[in-house]
């Protein structure tokens, strides 16, 4: 069964320094795996996606992300947070085995930013 | 977000009642789906759509009901509301291809007495 596993429930970062949003997954199969934002009384926004390729994959705002076969892991970091970053993130996975349509979302991680 | 519409953004409504909500969207996407965030547990999908004849239950389908008026509308409704369905909803859609992100609206705010 497909799952996802955010750690934290809450990251807290000062302006300016490096900020890491951890999410491990588990699939049975070879994994679809996306990072959403939500900002406050606004849908989920998409932010970066691991289909194939390249391990590091570069998004939104200034987002990336890494994913990590052999410790199943899908981090989100961005090299400098700004206030602005402060949200509700979650990370997400498909099952291409499964034909590639559900989508089974972690619990989420909110970020906090202080200036 | 405005590609994907819902309405109403704000629901108060009594245990019973039967409670429709409505999505809308432009984005010409064929999949559709309508999920719930409650904290700490993320999103749940409960029914997604692949085309206009197509309805699938997802994990928590219990309670509610689905309609796909057209490739553009998508309704989700709750026959006899329950206080457990008190909840954020959220309509996605996406492109066929199974490796696109989806499209989420704004959220539907919905509590049961």
């Known amino acids: 069964a497909q799952s996802v596993a955010q750690p934290e429930d809450q990251v807290n970062v000062a302006e300016g320094n490096p900020l890491t949003v951890k999410c491990t997954y588990s699939?049975?199969?070879?994994?679809?795996l996306f990072w959403y934002v939500q900002y406050p009384n606004r849908g989920l926004q998409f932010l970066l996606k691991?289909?194939?390729?390249?391990?590091l994959v570069k998004g939104s705002y200034g987002f990336e992300a890494e994913f990590n076969k052999s410790q199943t892991s899908f981090h989100l970091k961005k090299p400098s947070a700004l206030v602005s970053d402060s949200a509700l993130y979650f990370c997400a996975v498909r099952d291409i085995n499964t034909g590639g349509f559900k989508t089974i979302f972690g619990a989420g991680t909110r970020l906090f930013v202080k200036a | 977000d405005a590609d994907v519409t819902q309405t109403p953004r704000n629901r108060i409504t009594k245990t019973g009642k039967r409670i429709m909500l409505e999505c809308s969207q432009t984005k010409g996407h064929d999949r559709m789906y309508w999920y719930r965030q409650d904290p700490g547990l993320g999103l749940r999908l409960i029914y997604y759509?692949?085309?206009?004849?197509?309805?699938n239950k997802g994990e928590i389908s219990d309670g509610y009901s689905v309609s796909r008026q057209a490739q553009a509308k998508f309704s989700l409704s709750l026959e006899s509301a329950i206080p457990n369905q008190t909840a954020l909803y959220f309509c996605?859609?996406?492109?066929?291809?199974?490796?696109?992100?989806?499209?989420f609206g704004p959220g539907t705010r919905l509590t049961v007495l």
């Open positions: 996605a859609t996406s492109d066929i291809e199974g490796d696109n992100e989806q499209f």
């Open positions: 691991y289909i194939t390729g390249d391990n």
């Open positions: 699939v049975s199969g070879n994994p679809y």
């Open positions: 759509s692949f085309d206009v004849k197509d309805i």
